[in-house]
């Protein structure tokens, strides 16, 4: 993506009933606990280690819609949220809406769309995986496991380091392989 193409604003709406890529059960199996004082706690921390591995990565782990606000200048932007499942509309800015004739997208998943290259374009579409790779599961367990083992202290202790390696592997913002 050249500097002339860059994002305005965007929405990232979850669609239908969330349900998370890890249970509750999973996770405590996981975390080695056998009573049920910590499962609300336990959610909490399933649902916040899933939506840092989405920050970390780029990726929608879940079902939504997203509705983004680019400029194209220089043809070539990558919608920044992936794995896109539809393409539903882009917008001008006069509001006009373009059917498919009026632009071109290339890629499957994480799809660059190389025309018009106008200023102030609105793409919506919804992204999101079907089946969640495995690795990406461990990287919410991890960060689950680390939480749960962390919780109470005063400092931010952030994303552990074995989730952000797995987030890394599978990043489409910043690639540290």
């Given at each position: 993506?050249?500097?002339?193409?860059?994002?305005?604003?965007?929405?990232?709406?979850?669609?239908?009933?969330?349900?998370?890529?890890?249970?509750?059960?999973?996770?405590?199996?996981?975390?080695?606990?056998?009573?049920?004082?910590?499962?609300?706690?336990?959610e909490?921390?399933?649902?916040?280690?899933?939506?840092?591995?989405?920050?970390?990565?780029?990726?929608?782990?879940?079902?939504?819609?997203?509705?983004?606000?680019?400029?194209?200048?220089?043809?070539?932007?990558?919608?920044?949220?992936?794995?896109?499942?539809?393409?539903?509309?882009?917008v001008?800015?006069?509001?006009?809406?373009?059917?498919?004739?009026?632009?071109?997208?290339?890629?499957?998943?994480?799809?660059?769309?190389?025309?018009?290259?106008?200023?102030?374009?609105?793409?919506?579409?919804?992204?999101?995986?079907?089946?969640?790779?495995?690795?990406?599961k461990?990287?919410?367990?991890?960060?689950?496991?680390?939480?749960?083992?962390?919780?109470?202290?005063?400092?931010?202790?952030?994303i552990?380091?074995?989730?952000?390696?797995?987030?890394?592997?599978?990043?489409?913002?910043?690639?540290?392989?």
């Amino acid at each position: 993506m050249a500097y002339s193409n860059y994002i305005l604003d965007f929405t990232l709406t979850p669609r239908g009933t969330i349900v998370e890529p890890v249970t509750l059960a999973v996770a405590k199996l996981y975390c080695r606990v056998t009573t049920t004082a910590d499962d609300a706690q336990i959610e909490l921390m399933i649902k916040q280690a899933r939506e840092a591995v989405e920050s970390a990565t780029g990726l929608s782990l879940i079902p939504k819609g997203a509705i983004v606000w680019f400029t194209n200048f220089d043809g070539k932007f990558e919608l920044p949220f992936g794995p896109m499942v539809s393409f539903t509309s882009l917008v001008t800015e006069a509001g006009t809406t373009l059917d498919a004739t009026g632009y071109t997208l290339f890629g499957g998943q994480f799809p660059k769309l190389q025309r018009p290259t106008y200023a102030n374009l609105k793409a919506t579409y919804s992204v999101g995986y079907t089946t969640v790779p495995a690795d990406l599961k461990i990287a919410i367990l991890d960060q689950v496991s680390y939480d749960y083992e962390n919780r109470g202290l005063d400092a931010n202790t952030g994303i552990c380091e074995k989730t952000w390696k797995a987030c890394q592997r599978n990043t489409r913002i910043s690639p540290i392989l």
